[in-house]
């Protein structure tokens, strides 16, 4: 919007952006932005490019505002697009799933703050205070942003997943110091399909949204459980086993040996 910027930079800013909206609207570029692969489960995970390309903006445009001056106009017509996200994001509240009221309610604060730093700032030559005014107050939202973000996630608790990989670890490095050639290892106990992952061995089972087709296939002739992302060595053979180079099995419980 501020004329102080070269025309063709805004053009090519507008151009990126519209790019990107696009892409979150418009299937054909979300799949391009996959590398031509049909996302599993995670769609849009350029997403975080998009905010970093929206930061990148906003500090070129504070730049200017610091050197230049602040350009009213341009104050007034970015302060009504804002004014009017903020009221559809309002009137359509419960259509955003990580987002309600308290939290929209601080996102308005911080923005009519920040517009109003920049307007203070602007007729107030106290550059450096204001500057680290901004500092905190975005540093705040940002902040903010995080926890609610993650409190809006169900995780699994600390301890639930550190007992389970200090237990497995044990047992795969007990076989590591005793076995130095290739091998891979079943079990007969999941607590998620990368188990292997958590406690550093070869495993049979794997969770990857950029799992191979001919993987899935490959498990599902076998007759063992497979999909678009997963696979699970749960039926093994003993043919499949030396196919594979399984070597040894990690039990959930001791064995109990009848002599």
Known sequence: MSPRT????????????AFFLISMCFNPLDIFWHAFQLPVWYSYRFAYIFSFWM???????YLSIIHQGLD???LIITSGIITLGLLYISLNLSKFEYLNSASFILGVIYVIATIGLLVVQDTIPMVRLLQLGMLILVSGEMSLNLINSLNSISYLSASD???????????ANMLHKRDASFYR??????RSKNDALTANYNGGSNFSSTLENNVSKFYGNMGNPNGDAFVVYTNPTMFTD???????????????LKI
Do not use: C, H, W
């Open 185 to 190: 290892i079943a079990e007969t106990f999941q």
């Open 242 to 256: 030396s196919l594979l180079s399984f070597k040894y099995v990690m039990n959930e419980n001791p064995l109990q």
């Open 6 to 17: 070269a025309k063709i930079d805004r053009i090519l800013s507008i151009g990126v952006t």
């Open 55 to 61: 930061i990148l903006l906003g500090y070129k445009a």
């Open 72 to 74: 009213r106009i341009s």
């Open 161 to 171: 997943y550190s007992t389970f990989a200090q237990i497995t670890r044990k047992s």
